[in-house]
């Protein structure tokens, strides 16, 4: 039973869990077909958080894949709320190519950047959730051929004791990437189980 937050130690810790995660992820391919040459044209948003959490249903003892993508989240929200709103907007700008060097330059180049350190987790952070949407996007639509993936992470805020409206999630809208493959990723494996999750 989970309706809402992971259950743990955490719930009823002296600052219990008020927000759940979730990550979404779409593709973006070019089709040429009554458009100009190299428009960029993306799919809809699709929950991989949800695939994930529905391996804790029926199941004693759930495998730890659900909680790969809400671990993801939680990590790069931390790391979002310590940046500027200058940082955020170019974390929010696509990019086509050049890589994470590219984005970092962007990054250097906002009046006041961010510790050093701290960018450099943010971008290795970005570049492995580009890998993770990479994934997702391959096995979720396996007919199509996509350049580039984009992220975004949903927070749902839990309603304050004693009110009766539901909060507005919160959304962090990354720019699209090229698509991102770590060595020794499972693509095969990947698409199996997320496909095996979804259904």
Known sequence: MQPMFQQNWSLFAPAPVSITYAV??????TDDEGDDEGDAHPTAWVD????????LT??????RVNRVSRNLARTMRNLHVE??????LVL???FDDGGWSDLRDRLDDVEEPSDRALIDDVLQ???????????????H???????????????????????????????RLFG??????????DEHGFADAFHRYSS
């Open 83 to 88: 940046l500027s709103d200058a940082e955020h």
């Open 92 to 94: 929010g700008e696509h």
């Open 48 to 55: 991989a958080t949800a695939a994930e959490m529905s391996t």
């Open 24 to 29: 979404e992820v779409r593709g973006w391919s």
């Open 58 to 63: 029926h199941t004693l003892f759930p495998p």
């Open 176 to 185: 699209r990437r090229p698509l991102e493959r770590f060595d020794h990723q």
């Open 125 to 139: 952070l970005d570049r492995t959730m580009t890998a993770y949407a990479t994934e997702v996007a391959t096995a």
């Open 141 to 171: 639509w396996p007919e199509r051929e996509f350049t580039h993936v984009q992220v975004q992470i949903v927070e749902h805020p839990a309603a304050q004791y004693g009110t009766t409206t539901e909060p507005e999630a919160h959304h």
